[in-house]
């Protein structure tokens, strides 16, 4: 199975300020039959099911705001807030769907400074 | 209105069997892979199983394996999770989600709750 491992555990972070988690994969996920790296970003906030942010390692999803961003290729990868608003308070997890089990990084409770 | 709705969660002993299902409306259910995430409270995700689209491919989380089964209808834009010889360690948040690039679109959840 595919290890995901996210840090760091948890961020906090002045309003205004960028935020940035990393999540590594045991092996590559960049899957043969496609062109990129099957890695996803969900946002997750208190009460509410996760939120596809960034899939295929730096596609924004649809009305997500651009300043959530998503780099990296291979086994490295990184989640980047600009400028952390209120509102992003929540845990983040990086999954990679390029090989069942479709594992999730263990989360990365972001809060405000 | 693009969503799903998962029903069918509740108390239940362990050893005992619980199916949840999930209702999908608003897509063309029967192109997309589905999958079932689980989330016990305040811990993280975990993957349980996938179905492709037509129903001929399914994967299971180890843990789940030989004890659950996941089908679909796409007649009737349902997905099913049939869960036997339920243990304490299965009580979580059961999610329903449509897989394409990335899981895109999620369920509000059903609890799962196994105890005596």
């Known amino acids: 199975d595919i290890v995901m491992t996210q840090s760091p555990d948890s961020l906090a972070v002045s309003l205004g300020e960028r935020a940035t988690i990393s999540c590594k994969s045991s092996q590559t996920i960049l899957h043969s039959a496609a062109n990129g790296d099957h890695l996803s970003w969900y946002q997750q906030k208190p009460g509410q099911p996760p939120k596809l942010l960034i899939y295929?390692?730096?596609t924004r999803e649809s009305g997500v705001p651009d300043r959530f961003s998503g780099s990296g290729s291979g086994t490295d990868f990184t989640l980047t807030i600009s400028s952390l608003q209120a509102e992003d308070v929540a845990v983040y997890y990086c999954?990679?769907?390029?090989?069942?089990?479709?594992?999730f990084g263990q989360g990365t409770k972001l809060e405000i400074k | 209105e693009v969503q799903l709705v998962e029903s069918g969660g509740g108390l239940v002993q362990p050893g005992g069997s619980l199916r949840v299902s999930c209702a999908a409306s608003g897509f063309t259910f029967s192109n997309y892979w589905m999958h079932w995430v689980r989330q016990v409270p305040g811990k993280g995700l975990v993957w349980v199983s996938h179905i492709d689209n037509d129903g001929s491919s399914s994967t299971y989380a180890d843990s789940v394996k030989g004890r659950f089964t996941i089908s679909r209808d796409n007649a009737k834009n349902t997905l099913h999770l049939q869960m036997n010889s339920l243990r304490a360690e299965d009580t979580a948040v059961y999610y329903c989600?449509?897989?394409?690039?990335?899981?895109?679109?999620w369920g509000q959840g059903t609890l799962v709750t196994v105890s005596s």
């Open positions: 999954q990679q769907y390029a090989h069942s089990p479709y594992t």
């Open positions: 989600v449509r897989g394409a690039g990335g899981f895109d679109l």
């Open positions: 295929w390692a730096s």
